[in-house]
């Protein structure tokens, strides 16, 4: 047999990585998977080629094959490792996020993310003026009255926002906390069109905040970016902030999704 070649190996490798990619951007509506054909519909590829990769795929268990619909499937094992390095890049480059925002605008940053009906802040970066702050990581927020809350939410129905918040009690927590679930949807709904939420005194008295989301390979929300500071300091700024929050949610997102070893601002 004739030893692959370096461009071969790249070529098959590239070839391969493209299938796992459609996985991950086409998910099949079938529970049981894609066809081939299927896939190679949706790649524009010949059949045979595709069914080559697919066979390799299953054998080095990056995907299953059901026997008897002879469809594929992502493997546990490969979303489980994809969710771990998912994990730990959001933690390095969100810190590089974080700081950059912290930067332009002079303010506390954070990152956020969904735990039940509560935004949880993971990683946070303050100015030097500002260190002697108390830290809020590990520090939950009703997700109804966070600036996290709402863009962690981005992408929920209605049906889906009611479902995380069915349990919760709309308490005032400052003079403009959402009432019900129905002001929170209006208030939702009006970030959306934004591409970021504003949240001014919802939390606490005083407190003026904007987040954008953040997402995985999955094109799925898995984190906010947040600034967060004095309503008389930030309000006026709004606008520079929301940039910085926007462009650094952006960049956060691409890093997740890049197969380099090590991302790099652009």
């Known amino acids: ?3 692959m070649t370096p461009m071969t190996t790249d070529s098959s490798l590239k070839r391969g990585l493209a299938v796992l990619r459609l ?15 299927e896939v190679a519909a949706l790649l524009g590829r010949e059949r045979s080629q595709v069914s080559r990769i697919l066979r390799s795929l299953d054998t080095a268990r990056f995907l299953r094959r059901d026997p008897a619909s002879l469809r594929y499937s992502v ?11 998912t994990e730990a890049r959001l933690r390095r480059d969100g810190r590089t996020a974080l700081e950059g925002v ?12 969904l735990r039940g009906a509560s ?3 993971i990683l946070e970066s303050m100015p030097p003026a500002l260190s002697s702050f108390v830290s809020w990581v590990g520090r939950a927020y009703p997700a109804y ?3 996290a809350g709402q863009a962690l939410l981005f992408d929920a129905d209605d049906t889906e926002v009611a479902a995380v918040l069915a349990r919760t009690a709309f308490v005032r927590h400052g003079p403009n906390t959402p009432t019900d679930l129905d002001d929170f949807l209006a208030r939702l709904a009006a ?32 984190a906010a970016v947040q600034v967060v500071g004095p309503r008389r300091r930030l309000e006026p700024t709004t606008e520079a902030c929301a940039d910085s929050v926007v462009r650094w949610s952006d960049w956060l997102t691409a890093a997740l999704r890049s197969t380099d070893q090590e991302t790099r601002r652009d």
């Open 1 to 3: 047999m004739t030893p």
């Open 23 to 37: 996985f991950a951007q086409h998910p099949p509506q079938d529970p049981r998977g894609h066809t081939a054909a």
């Open 75 to 85: 493997a546990w094992e490969l979303y489980a490792r994809a969710q771990q390095i």
């Open 102 to 113: 912290a930067a332009d605008t002079g303010e506390c940053a954070y990152l956020g993310v």
């Open 119 to 121: 935004s949880v802040t």
């Open 145 to 147: 009255c966070s600036d």
């Open 191 to 222: 970030a959306r069109r934004r591409g970021y939420s504003v949240v001014d005194q919802e939390a606490e008295p005083g407190l003026y905040s904007l987040a954008a989301p953040v997402r995985d390979f999955r094109g799925e929300i898995v």
